[in-house]
């Protein structure tokens, strides 16, 4: 029977949303600091499932794994993955499917802690400190821009028209046609973007074009009480000028899902700003995605055992 491994199952949850019986899996739930304790833990499997971009799988891991024979995905699209290696290295790679509205949800939660300061709100609630002691951002009348304008930007758009905000978005491949038709006004280019928005939304797929397209002089464009919240991906903002804007007041604040290094290392200044709000990476993690990643894995699993994988990335 095959072996399999499952990757970064932080919840413990994989093997009882899905059949593995046709492979012999094993499930790790600790993210692997090392590369060679990586290696070390599944050098001898034939299947390796990953989730999203927890464990990238660089040309040098593929290399060190010579008796991998597919890795499975959750999601058609994994940026951590190097496809060529992996069919140098005569390696299958699957995807699953992967729904939007999961990522939607977390980032209107997102906006709402941040404009309602709840976190501290409730903390002091919780721990006998004072009777409210911030005043909250309407959203209603407020400018939502979205980066971006493909699924989450049109979910994130008719969610904000729902709270009576008015929507902007801009991005290098977003029409008239498009914004019109979701009844969004089409920012004048990036900059007015920055500028006009309230709470600035990052909904675009990170890709050479998209890397640090929000630097240090975009962040000085917005307004000191707007706010910027990303569930994209951490290396579309410039990580550095965002916690110096952050540290200088000249925003109101950050919601943030993603970071460059995950899990955020102990210590790191996006842990303690008082003025971010920050999640490890939830914007996926719900049951419904996760029952469909692990589902479809096993789909994947049992296809490519009987010689016709499905969902082949590479």
Partial sequence: MPRCAVLDDYQGVALGLADWSRVEVTSFREHFATQDDLVTAVHDHEIVVI?????PFTAELFSRLPNLRLLVTSGMRNASVDLDAARAQGVTVCGTGSGSTAPTELTWALILGLTRHLVPEAHALREGGPWQSTVGADLHGATLGLLGLGKIGSQMARIGQAFGMNVLAWSRNLTQERADGLG???AAGLDALMTDSDVLSVH????????GIIGERELSLMRPSAYLVNTSRAAIVDQA?????LKA????????????????PHGHELRTLPNVLATPHLGYVTWGNYGTYYREAVEDIEAFLDGSPVRVLS
Avoid: H, K, Q
């Fill in 51 to 55: 989730m999203r971009e927890r464990t």
């Fill in 184 to 186: 969004v006004r089409l």
């Fill in 204 to 211: 675009v797929v990170l890709s050479d074009r998209t890397r």
């Fill in 241 to 245: 000028a965002l916690v110096a804007a």
């Fill in 249 to 264: 007041g000249r925003i109101a604040g950050a919601g943030l899902d993603v970071f460059e290094t995950e899990p955020l």
